[in-house]
Protein backbone atom coordinates (compact mmCIF):
# COMPACT_ATOMS: atom_id res chain seq x y z
CA UNK A 1 0.00 0.00 0.00
CA UNK A 2 1.14 2.94 -0.28
CA UNK A 3 2.58 4.72 2.60
CA UNK A 4 0.65 8.29 2.07
CA UNK A 5 -2.49 6.33 1.04
CA UNK A 6 -1.80 4.32 4.55
CA UNK A 7 -1.55 7.55 6.22
CA UNK A 8 -4.70 8.98 5.02
CA UNK A 9 -6.78 5.77 6.11
CA UNK A 10 -5.40 6.10 9.46
CA UNK A 11 -5.88 9.96 9.96
CA UNK A 12 -9.03 11.97 10.23
CA UNK A 13 -9.77 15.12 8.08
CA UNK A 14 -10.26 18.48 10.24
CA UNK A 15 -14.10 18.89 8.69
CA UNK A 16 -14.87 15.13 9.78
CA UNK A 17 -13.12 15.50 13.68
CA UNK A 18 -14.06 19.42 15.20
CA UNK A 19 -17.60 20.55 14.89
CA UNK A 20 -17.90 23.92 13.74
CA UNK A 21 -20.80 26.51 13.31
CA UNK A 22 -24.46 24.97 13.08
CA UNK A 23 -22.70 21.72 12.82
CA UNK A 24 -26.22 20.10 14.05
CA UNK A 25 -27.14 20.76 10.56
CA UNK A 26 -24.53 21.09 8.50
CA UNK A 27 -21.54 18.57 8.30
CA UNK A 28 -19.19 20.63 6.11
CA UNK A 29 -18.96 23.47 3.95
CA UNK A 30 -16.50 23.24 0.92
CA UNK A 31 -15.18 25.61 -1.85
CA UNK A 32 -13.30 24.59 -5.25
CA UNK A 33 -11.31 27.06 -7.80
CA UNK A 34 -11.00 25.63 -11.24
CA UNK A 35 -7.51 27.21 -13.03
CA UNK A 36 -5.39 26.68 -15.83
CA UNK A 37 -2.01 27.07 -16.90
CA UNK A 38 -1.68 29.78 -19.18
CA UNK A 39 -1.02 28.25 -22.78
CA UNK A 40 -0.83 24.88 -22.27
CA UNK A 41 -4.11 23.48 -23.55
CA UNK A 42 -6.86 21.70 -21.32
CA UNK A 43 -5.72 18.56 -19.38
CA UNK A 44 -8.35 16.53 -22.09
CA UNK A 45 -5.87 17.53 -25.12
CA UNK A 46 -2.91 18.47 -23.49
CA UNK A 47 0.01 15.82 -24.55
CA UNK A 48 1.28 13.44 -21.81
CA UNK A 49 4.42 15.91 -21.59
CA UNK A 50 2.10 18.65 -21.41
CA UNK A 51 0.56 17.27 -18.48
CA UNK A 52 3.90 15.82 -17.13
CA UNK A 53 5.19 19.53 -16.81
CA UNK A 54 1.69 20.79 -14.96
CA UNK A 55 2.93 17.74 -12.64
CA UNK A 56 6.31 19.02 -12.23
CA UNK A 57 5.13 22.35 -11.60
CA UNK A 58 3.11 21.82 -8.98
CA UNK A 59 6.07 19.79 -7.73
CA UNK A 60 8.49 22.51 -7.81
CA UNK A 61 5.99 24.61 -6.18
CA UNK A 62 5.94 22.32 -3.24
CA UNK A 63 9.41 22.41 -2.84
CA UNK A 64 10.44 25.58 -2.85
CA UNK A 65 7.17 27.89 -1.06
CA UNK A 66 7.32 27.56 2.86
CA UNK A 67 3.77 27.87 2.69
CA UNK A 68 2.92 24.64 1.30
CA UNK A 69 5.11 22.68 4.31
CA UNK A 70 3.61 19.37 5.09
CA UNK A 71 1.98 18.90 2.13
CA UNK A 72 1.71 15.87 0.57
CA UNK A 73 1.58 15.44 -3.20
CA UNK A 74 0.13 11.08 -4.59
CA UNK A 75 -0.03 10.29 -7.97
CA UNK A 76 -2.81 8.52 -8.85
CA UNK A 77 -0.86 6.36 -11.50
CA UNK A 78 0.96 4.37 -9.02
CA UNK A 79 -2.52 3.80 -7.05
CA UNK A 80 -4.58 0.36 -7.25
CA UNK A 81 -8.17 0.67 -8.17
CA UNK A 82 -9.60 0.18 -4.85
CA UNK A 83 -7.17 3.19 -3.54
CA UNK A 84 -8.24 5.57 -5.79
CA UNK A 85 -12.11 4.66 -4.67
CA UNK A 86 -10.78 5.23 -1.38
CA UNK A 87 -9.90 9.04 -2.18
CA UNK A 88 -12.81 9.93 -3.91
CA UNK A 89 -15.06 8.25 -0.69
CA UNK A 90 -12.77 10.59 1.06
CA UNK A 91 -14.04 13.24 -0.71
CA UNK A 92 -10.46 14.39 -1.54
CA UNK A 93 -10.89 13.45 -5.72
CA UNK A 94 -13.85 13.79 -7.80
CA UNK A 95 -15.22 10.41 -9.38
CA UNK A 96 -14.14 12.84 -12.96
CA UNK A 97 -10.22 12.80 -11.81
CA UNK A 98 -10.28 8.77 -11.02
CA UNK A 99 -12.06 8.04 -14.06
CA UNK A 100 -9.50 10.12 -16.73
CA UNK A 101 -7.27 8.10 -18.99
CA UNK A 102 -4.80 10.12 -18.70
CA UNK A 103 -0.94 9.52 -16.43
CA UNK A 104 0.42 12.74 -14.87
CA UNK A 105 -3.03 12.78 -12.41
CA UNK A 106 -2.25 13.80 -8.71
CA UNK A 107 -3.23 15.18 -5.70
CA UNK A 108 -1.62 17.70 -3.11
CA UNK A 109 -3.14 18.30 0.27
CA UNK A 110 -2.12 19.29 3.66
CA UNK A 111 -2.53 16.28 6.48
CA UNK A 112 -5.94 18.00 8.08
CA UNK A 113 -7.33 17.97 4.93
CA UNK A 114 -8.32 22.00 4.92
CA UNK A 115 -6.70 22.68 1.64
CA UNK A 116 -6.03 20.29 -1.08
CA UNK A 117 -5.56 20.40 -5.24
CA UNK A 118 -6.74 17.72 -7.55
CA UNK A 119 -3.90 18.03 -10.08
CA UNK A 120 -5.03 17.64 -14.17
CA UNK A 121 -8.59 16.82 -13.48
CA UNK A 122 -10.99 18.81 -15.84
CA UNK A 123 -9.00 21.53 -15.49
CA UNK A 124 -4.92 21.73 -14.77
CA UNK A 125 -6.04 22.65 -11.20
CA UNK A 126 -8.94 22.42 -9.43
CA UNK A 127 -8.36 23.44 -5.48
CA UNK A 128 -10.42 22.69 -2.78
CA UNK A 129 -10.59 23.71 0.71
CA UNK A 130 -13.19 22.36 3.46
CA UNK A 131 -14.13 23.11 6.95
CA UNK A 132 -16.85 21.55 9.04
CA UNK A 133 -20.18 23.41 9.77
CA UNK A 134 -21.35 26.41 8.23
CA UNK A 135 -18.50 28.63 7.42
CA UNK A 136 -17.67 29.38 3.44
CA UNK A 137 -16.29 32.69 4.42
CA UNK A 138 -13.48 31.08 6.37
CA UNK A 139 -13.42 28.79 3.90
CA UNK A 140 -13.02 31.35 1.18
CA UNK A 141 -10.11 33.09 2.73
CA UNK A 142 -7.91 29.70 2.83
CA UNK A 143 -8.64 28.40 -0.83
CA UNK A 144 -7.88 32.41 -1.88
CA UNK A 145 -4.66 32.60 0.23
CA UNK A 146 -3.28 29.53 -1.52
CA UNK A 147 -4.08 30.53 -5.11
CA UNK A 148 -2.65 33.94 -4.66
CA UNK A 149 0.84 31.92 -3.96
CA UNK A 150 -0.07 29.53 -6.62
CA UNK A 151 -0.66 32.15 -8.91
CA UNK A 152 2.82 34.28 -7.69
CA UNK A 153 4.78 31.06 -9.31
CA UNK A 154 2.31 30.07 -12.77
CA UNK A 155 1.01 32.35 -15.00
CA UNK A 156 -3.24 31.60 -15.10
CA UNK A 157 -5.14 31.37 -18.05
CA UNK A 158 -7.13 34.68 -17.85
CA UNK A 159 -8.69 37.57 -19.49
CA UNK A 160 -10.48 40.29 -18.85
CA UNK A 161 -13.50 39.23 -19.94
CA UNK A 162 -14.20 35.69 -19.71
CA UNK A 163 -12.37 35.59 -16.14
CA UNK A 164 -10.05 32.45 -15.28
CA UNK A 165 -10.32 30.01 -18.90
CA UNK A 166 -11.54 26.51 -17.81
CA UNK A 167 -12.48 23.73 -20.19
CA UNK A 168 -16.14 23.49 -19.11
CA UNK A 169 -17.42 27.46 -20.41
CA UNK A 170 -19.81 27.09 -17.61
CA UNK A 171 -17.41 27.56 -14.93
CA UNK A 172 -15.21 30.43 -16.44
CA UNK A 173 -15.38 33.67 -14.56
CA UNK A 174 -14.71 33.53 -10.78
CA UNK A 175 -13.95 29.31 -11.50
CA UNK A 176 -15.79 29.08 -8.02
CA UNK A 177 -18.10 26.36 -6.53
CA UNK A 178 -19.33 27.05 -3.02
CA UNK A 179 -21.13 23.59 -1.73
CA UNK A 180 -22.65 23.01 1.52
CA UNK A 181 -23.83 19.92 2.91
CA UNK A 182 -26.87 19.58 5.01
CA UNK A 183 -28.55 16.61 7.37
CA UNK A 184 -32.32 17.34 6.75
CA UNK A 185 -33.99 14.37 8.93
CA UNK A 186 -36.47 16.96 10.19
CA UNK A 187 -37.69 17.98 6.59
CA UNK A 188 -38.04 14.46 5.29
CA UNK A 189 -39.76 13.24 8.07
CA UNK A 190 -42.14 16.11 7.79
CA UNK A 191 -42.72 15.33 4.20
CA UNK A 192 -41.40 19.28 3.72
CA UNK A 193 -38.48 17.89 1.65
CA UNK A 194 -39.52 18.38 -2.18
CA UNK A 195 -41.17 21.74 -1.24
CA UNK A 196 -37.81 22.92 0.43
CA UNK A 197 -35.27 21.85 -2.31
CA UNK A 198 -37.40 23.13 -4.99
CA UNK A 199 -37.32 26.71 -3.77
CA UNK A 200 -33.56 26.25 -3.87
CA UNK A 201 -33.42 24.51 -7.20
CA UNK A 202 -35.68 27.50 -8.24
CA UNK A 203 -33.35 30.14 -6.70
CA UNK A 204 -30.99 28.69 -9.30
CA UNK A 205 -28.78 26.13 -6.99
CA UNK A 206 -27.85 22.44 -7.56
CA UNK A 207 -28.98 19.77 -4.95
CA UNK A 208 -26.35 16.88 -4.98
CA UNK A 209 -26.31 13.75 -2.61
CA UNK A 210 -23.32 12.53 -0.55
CA UNK A 211 -21.11 11.63 -3.24
CA UNK A 212 -22.01 14.79 -5.63
CA UNK A 213 -22.28 14.87 -9.05
CA UNK A 214 -24.74 12.00 -10.28
CA UNK A 215 -25.61 10.35 -7.04
CA UNK A 216 -28.33 9.59 -5.16
CA UNK A 217 -29.83 11.27 -1.87
CA UNK A 218 -28.69 8.88 1.11
CA UNK A 219 -28.32 9.43 4.61
CA UNK A 220 -30.84 12.62 4.51
CA UNK A 221 -27.63 14.43 3.23
CA UNK A 222 -28.32 16.99 0.62
CA UNK A 223 -24.99 19.11 -0.57
CA UNK A 224 -26.15 22.63 -2.10
CA UNK A 225 -24.04 24.81 -4.31
CA UNK A 226 -23.76 27.78 -6.79
CA UNK A 227 -24.52 27.52 -10.60
CA UNK A 228 -23.64 30.74 -11.45
CA UNK A 229 -20.00 31.40 -11.99
CA UNK A 230 -19.79 34.56 -14.10
CA UNK A 231 -20.51 38.35 -13.70
CA UNK A 232 -20.66 38.04 -9.88
CA UNK A 233 -18.01 38.82 -7.31
CA UNK A 234 -16.53 35.59 -5.21
CA UNK A 235 -18.21 37.55 -1.58
CA UNK A 236 -21.41 38.00 -3.94
CA UNK A 237 -21.91 33.96 -4.94
CA UNK A 238 -21.01 33.08 -1.43
CA UNK A 239 -23.29 35.75 0.17
CA UNK A 240 -26.16 34.70 -2.15
CA UNK A 241 -25.68 30.86 -0.96
CA UNK A 242 -25.45 31.44 2.46
CA UNK A 243 -28.53 33.87 2.60
CA UNK A 244 -30.37 30.72 0.82
CA UNK A 245 -28.89 28.06 3.06
CA UNK A 246 -30.09 30.36 5.92
CA UNK A 247 -33.24 30.03 4.96
CA UNK A 248 -33.14 26.38 4.65
CA UNK A 249 -31.45 25.58 8.06
CA UNK A 250 -34.46 28.06 9.63
CA UNK A 251 -37.04 25.48 7.92
CA UNK A 252 -35.20 22.28 8.73
CA UNK A 253 -34.82 23.86 12.55
CA UNK A 254 -38.95 24.93 12.46
CA UNK A 255 -39.62 21.23 11.82
CA UNK A 256 -37.48 19.79 14.53
CA UNK A 257 -39.18 21.99 16.57
CA UNK A 258 -42.71 20.65 15.66
CA UNK A 259 -41.68 16.93 15.90
CA UNK A 260 -40.17 16.98 19.60
CA UNK A 261 -43.77 18.60 20.20
CA UNK A 262 -45.82 16.38 17.91
CA UNK A 263 -44.04 12.78 17.70
CA UNK A 264 -41.19 13.05 20.58
CA UNK A 265 -41.81 9.42 21.14
CA UNK A 266 -41.72 7.95 17.44
CA UNK A 267 -38.57 10.33 17.01
CA UNK A 268 -37.11 8.69 19.98
CA UNK A 269 -37.85 5.16 18.92
CA UNK A 270 -36.97 5.82 15.18
CA UNK A 271 -33.70 7.15 16.37
CA UNK A 272 -33.01 3.79 19.29
CA UNK A 273 -34.14 1.44 16.25
CA UNK A 274 -31.37 2.97 14.12
CA UNK A 275 -29.06 2.16 17.14
CA UNK A 276 -30.28 -1.25 18.14
CA UNK A 277 -29.68 -2.52 14.21
CA UNK A 278 -26.41 -0.34 14.14
CA UNK A 279 -24.79 -2.36 16.88
CA UNK A 280 -26.74 -5.58 16.87
CA UNK A 281 -26.87 -6.44 12.41
CA UNK A 282 -24.29 -9.29 11.24
CA UNK A 283 -24.68 -8.24 7.64
CA UNK A 284 -25.76 -4.53 6.82
CA UNK A 285 -25.36 -2.18 3.02
CA UNK A 286 -23.51 0.98 2.65
CA UNK A 287 -27.22 2.34 1.81
CA UNK A 288 -28.97 0.99 5.16
CA UNK A 289 -25.95 1.68 6.86
CA UNK A 290 -25.91 5.78 6.09
CA UNK A 291 -29.46 6.05 6.48
CA UNK A 292 -29.24 3.83 9.75
CA UNK A 293 -26.58 6.54 10.90
CA UNK A 294 -28.17 9.61 9.87
CA UNK A 295 -31.25 8.74 12.39
CA UNK A 296 -28.02 7.85 15.12
CA UNK A 297 -27.06 11.42 13.90
CA UNK A 298 -30.16 13.05 14.21
CA UNK A 299 -30.52 11.66 18.11
CA UNK A 300 -27.41 13.49 19.01
CA UNK A 301 -28.27 16.39 17.20
CA UNK A 302 -31.51 16.26 19.04
CA UNK A 303 -30.46 15.39 22.54
CA UNK A 304 -31.81 11.78 22.52
CA UNK A 305 -28.25 10.11 22.39
CA UNK A 306 -25.21 12.06 24.07
CA UNK A 307 -22.49 9.97 24.76
CA UNK A 308 -21.74 9.75 20.74
CA UNK A 309 -20.07 12.85 19.30
CA UNK A 310 -20.55 14.13 15.74
CA UNK A 311 -16.84 13.31 14.95
CA UNK A 312 -17.85 9.14 15.40
CA UNK A 313 -21.24 9.91 12.68
CA UNK A 314 -18.79 11.29 10.67
CA UNK A 315 -15.82 8.96 10.70
CA UNK A 316 -18.49 5.90 10.34
CA UNK A 317 -19.97 7.89 7.10
CA UNK A 318 -17.12 7.71 5.55
CA UNK A 319 -15.50 4.42 6.49
CA UNK A 320 -18.86 2.17 5.58
CA UNK A 321 -17.82 2.65 1.84
CA UNK A 322 -16.94 0.10 -0.17
CA UNK A 323 -13.18 1.50 -0.84
CA UNK A 324 -12.37 2.85 2.62
CA UNK A 325 -13.57 -0.35 4.41
CA UNK A 326 -11.49 -2.93 1.89
CA UNK A 327 -8.61 -0.83 2.45
CA UNK A 328 -8.84 -1.12 6.55
CA UNK A 329 -9.26 -4.62 6.26
CA UNK A 330 -6.26 -4.56 3.38
CA UNK A 331 -7.62 -6.72 1.33
CA UNK A 332 -10.17 -6.83 -1.80
CA UNK A 333 -13.55 -8.25 -0.36
CA UNK A 334 -16.52 -9.25 -2.38
CA UNK A 335 -19.98 -7.41 -1.60
CA UNK A 336 -21.35 -10.39 0.74
CA UNK A 337 -18.24 -10.44 3.00
CA UNK A 338 -17.75 -6.41 3.05
CA UNK A 339 -21.36 -6.00 4.34
CA UNK A 340 -20.26 -8.70 7.31
CA UNK A 341 -17.21 -6.71 7.79
CA UNK A 342 -19.22 -3.21 7.73
CA UNK A 343 -21.30 -4.56 10.65
CA UNK A 344 -19.13 -5.97 12.87
CA UNK A 345 -16.82 -2.79 12.18
CA UNK A 346 -20.10 -0.38 13.04
CA UNK A 347 -20.60 -2.61 16.07
CA UNK A 348 -17.07 -2.44 17.04
CA UNK A 349 -16.90 1.31 16.88
CA UNK A 350 -19.98 2.14 18.73
CA UNK A 351 -19.84 -0.15 21.46
CA UNK B 1 -43.30 12.43 -17.74
CA UNK B 2 -46.61 12.39 -16.45
CA UNK B 3 -46.78 11.41 -12.58
CA UNK B 4 -46.63 7.58 -12.46
CA UNK B 5 -49.16 6.98 -9.54
CA UNK B 6 -51.70 9.78 -10.29
CA UNK B 7 -50.93 9.68 -13.92
CA UNK B 8 -52.46 13.43 -13.50
CA UNK B 9 -49.77 15.80 -12.64
CA UNK B 10 -46.07 16.09 -13.85
CA UNK B 11 -43.39 13.87 -12.55
CA UNK B 12 -40.98 16.25 -10.53
CA UNK B 13 -39.59 13.73 -8.14
CA UNK B 14 -38.02 10.19 -8.56
CA UNK B 15 -37.68 7.96 -5.75
CA UNK B 16 -35.54 5.27 -5.81
CA UNK B 17 -36.72 2.25 -3.47
CA UNK B 18 -33.50 0.03 -1.85
CA UNK B 19 -34.90 -3.23 -0.45
CA UNK B 20 -32.28 -5.64 -0.04
CA UNK B 21 -30.19 -5.99 -3.19
CA UNK B 22 -33.12 -4.75 -5.23
CA UNK B 23 -33.87 -1.40 -6.49
CA UNK B 24 -36.87 0.42 -7.69
CA UNK B 25 -37.44 3.52 -9.54
CA UNK B 26 -40.39 5.44 -9.72
CA UNK B 27 -41.13 9.14 -11.16
CA UNK B 28 -44.03 10.90 -9.26
CA UNK B 29 -45.46 14.26 -8.49
CA UNK B 30 -45.05 16.20 -5.10
CA UNK B 31 -48.13 15.22 -3.64
CA UNK B 32 -47.81 11.85 -4.33
CA UNK B 33 -43.95 11.91 -3.62
CA UNK B 34 -45.46 12.65 0.18
CA UNK B 35 -47.61 10.37 0.00
CA UNK B 36 -45.40 7.40 -0.75
CA UNK B 37 -42.61 8.62 1.36
CA UNK B 38 -44.52 8.58 4.59
CA UNK B 39 -42.39 7.10 7.28
CA UNK B 40 -40.08 5.05 5.08
CA UNK B 41 -36.31 5.48 5.04
CA UNK B 42 -36.01 5.81 1.01
CA UNK B 43 -33.56 8.14 -1.18
CA UNK B 44 -35.08 10.18 -3.11
CA UNK B 45 -33.55 12.70 -6.03
CA UNK B 46 -35.10 15.64 -7.77
CA UNK B 47 -35.52 16.15 -11.30
CA UNK B 48 -33.10 19.15 -12.27
CA UNK B 49 -30.71 20.26 -14.85
CA UNK B 50 -27.19 20.64 -14.51
CA UNK B 51 -25.46 23.37 -16.39
CA UNK B 52 -23.60 21.32 -18.49
CA UNK B 53 -26.84 20.04 -19.48
CA UNK B 54 -28.33 23.15 -20.41
CA UNK B 55 -25.26 23.87 -22.19
CA UNK B 56 -25.36 20.64 -23.87
CA UNK B 57 -28.78 21.10 -24.91
CA UNK B 58 -28.30 24.74 -26.01
CA UNK B 59 -25.21 23.68 -28.00
CA UNK B 60 -27.25 20.63 -29.95
CA UNK B 61 -29.89 23.47 -31.10
CA UNK B 62 -27.43 25.80 -32.03
CA UNK B 63 -25.86 22.89 -34.32
CA UNK B 64 -29.03 22.05 -35.73
CA UNK B 65 -29.66 25.38 -36.54
CA UNK B 66 -26.35 25.46 -38.62
CA UNK B 67 -26.81 22.59 -40.39
CA UNK B 68 -30.20 23.46 -41.56
CA UNK B 69 -29.17 26.86 -43.11
CA UNK B 70 -26.27 26.12 -45.65
CA UNK B 71 -24.72 29.54 -45.13
CA UNK B 72 -23.78 28.46 -41.91
CA UNK B 73 -22.55 24.93 -42.21
CA UNK B 74 -18.81 25.85 -42.62
CA UNK B 75 -19.30 27.01 -39.19
CA UNK B 76 -18.82 23.50 -38.18
CA UNK B 77 -15.05 24.20 -39.63
CA UNK B 78 -14.58 26.85 -37.65
CA UNK B 79 -11.06 25.80 -35.32
CA UNK B 80 -8.72 26.59 -33.08
CA UNK B 81 -4.89 27.34 -34.73
CA UNK B 82 -3.48 26.43 -31.40
CA UNK B 83 -4.95 23.29 -30.12
CA UNK B 84 -6.87 22.11 -33.11
CA UNK B 85 -10.64 21.83 -31.29
CA UNK B 86 -13.22 22.06 -33.63
CA UNK B 87 -16.63 23.89 -33.90
CA UNK B 88 -18.04 20.13 -33.77
CA UNK B 89 -16.09 18.55 -31.00
CA UNK B 90 -16.95 21.67 -29.18
CA UNK B 91 -20.99 20.94 -29.66
CA UNK B 92 -20.66 17.45 -29.43
CA UNK B 93 -18.52 17.49 -25.41
CA UNK B 94 -19.41 20.90 -24.35
CA UNK B 95 -15.60 21.18 -23.67
CA UNK B 96 -12.80 24.05 -24.88
CA UNK B 97 -9.47 22.60 -25.41
CA UNK B 98 -7.31 25.40 -24.84
CA UNK B 99 -7.85 29.14 -23.46
CA UNK B 100 -6.88 30.09 -27.04
CA UNK B 101 -10.59 28.63 -27.77
CA UNK B 102 -12.30 31.49 -26.06
CA UNK B 103 -11.26 33.54 -28.54
CA UNK B 104 -12.26 31.32 -31.47
CA UNK B 105 -15.30 30.63 -30.34
CA UNK B 106 -16.32 33.35 -28.27
CA UNK B 107 -19.49 34.10 -31.35
CA UNK B 108 -20.87 30.82 -29.55
CA UNK B 109 -20.06 30.84 -26.44
CA UNK B 110 -21.27 34.42 -25.29
CA UNK B 111 -24.89 33.94 -26.13
CA UNK B 112 -24.43 30.53 -24.33
CA UNK B 113 -23.34 32.02 -21.05
CA UNK B 114 -24.84 35.21 -21.04
CA UNK B 115 -28.02 32.74 -20.88
CA UNK B 116 -26.67 30.30 -18.36
CA UNK B 117 -25.15 33.40 -16.45
CA UNK B 118 -27.31 36.00 -17.32
CA UNK B 119 -23.97 37.94 -17.44
CA UNK B 120 -20.91 38.01 -19.70
CA UNK B 121 -18.23 39.93 -17.78
CA UNK B 122 -16.16 38.44 -15.23
CA UNK B 123 -16.10 40.90 -12.09
CA UNK B 124 -14.54 38.84 -9.70
CA UNK B 125 -10.51 38.07 -8.70
CA UNK B 126 -7.88 39.29 -11.09
CA UNK B 127 -4.46 37.85 -10.75
CA UNK B 128 -1.86 39.99 -9.28
CA UNK B 129 0.23 40.35 -11.73
CA UNK B 130 -2.86 41.44 -14.33
CA UNK B 131 -3.92 43.79 -11.54
CA UNK B 132 -0.41 45.67 -11.81
CA UNK B 133 -0.69 45.66 -16.02
CA UNK B 134 -4.33 46.99 -15.84
CA UNK B 135 -3.59 49.57 -13.39
CA UNK B 136 -0.59 50.34 -15.69
CA UNK B 137 -2.74 50.43 -18.51
CA UNK B 138 -5.25 53.12 -17.09
CA UNK B 139 -1.85 55.32 -15.56
CA UNK B 140 -1.02 55.55 -19.33
CA UNK B 141 -4.23 56.66 -20.51
CA UNK B 142 -4.57 59.39 -18.02
CA UNK B 143 -0.89 60.49 -19.19
CA UNK B 144 -2.34 60.35 -22.61
CA UNK B 145 -4.86 62.80 -21.38
CA UNK B 146 -2.37 65.37 -20.22
CA UNK B 147 -0.19 64.96 -23.02
CA UNK B 148 -2.73 65.97 -25.33
CA UNK B 149 -3.43 68.95 -23.22
CA UNK B 150 0.04 69.89 -22.99
CA UNK B 151 0.69 69.77 -26.67
CA UNK B 152 -2.41 71.76 -27.19
CA UNK B 153 -1.33 74.33 -24.89
CA UNK B 154 1.80 74.11 -26.67
CA UNK B 155 3.66 73.36 -23.54
CA UNK B 156 6.14 70.96 -25.68
CA UNK B 157 8.76 70.87 -22.77
CA UNK B 158 5.95 68.76 -20.53
CA UNK B 159 4.84 67.17 -23.08
CA UNK B 160 8.25 65.59 -23.95
CA UNK B 161 8.94 64.55 -20.30
CA UNK B 162 4.99 63.04 -20.46
CA UNK B 163 5.75 61.42 -23.82
CA UNK B 164 8.90 59.80 -21.80
CA UNK B 165 6.90 58.62 -18.95
CA UNK B 166 4.37 57.05 -21.22
CA UNK B 167 7.29 54.87 -22.84
CA UNK B 168 8.73 53.70 -19.40
CA UNK B 169 5.08 52.81 -17.89
CA UNK B 170 4.34 50.88 -21.68
CA UNK B 171 7.69 49.05 -21.10
CA UNK B 172 6.96 48.30 -17.73
CA UNK B 173 3.76 46.97 -18.68
CA UNK B 174 4.91 44.79 -21.52
CA UNK B 175 3.25 46.80 -23.84
CA UNK B 176 6.19 48.83 -25.65
CA UNK B 177 9.05 46.14 -27.05
CA UNK B 178 12.31 47.32 -25.60
CA UNK B 179 13.45 48.57 -28.93
Redesign the interface.
Known sequence: MDVNIRKLRDSTAYWMKKDGPLSHIIISSRIRLAR?I?????P??ATDEQLLTVIEKVEKILKENKEFYGFQIIKLDNLSPVEIEFLVEKRLISFTLARFSKPYRGILYNTDETMSIMINE?DHFRLQSMLPGFQLKKVWEII?YY??KI??EI???????????T????N???G?RASVMLHLPGL??S?K???S??TI?KQGY??R?FYG?GT???GNLFQISN????????ED?INRLEISIKQLIEKEQKAREKLIIQAKHKIEDQVMRSYGILTNAKII?T??AL?LLSYVRFGIEMGIIARIGYDVINRLMLIVQPGYLQLIKGQNMKKMQRDTVRAELIKEILD | MLCQMCKKNKA??KI?K?A??SKTELNVC?EC??YL???T?T????T?N???EI?FNLLNTFSKYSTEDSNVTLESEVKCS????TYAEFVKS??????NC?SVFRKY?KP??NR???????????????QLR?DIIKKIKKIKDELKEAVSREEYEKAAKLRDTIIDEEKKAGIRDNE
Open positions: NKNIPFFRENDDEKKYAFNEKEGFLCCPTAGTLIINISEINIAVGEEFQQVTLGLSEITAEN | TVVVGLNANLGNITISFQSLNLNCGMGKLGCSYILLLHGNYQHSGKIPDSLL
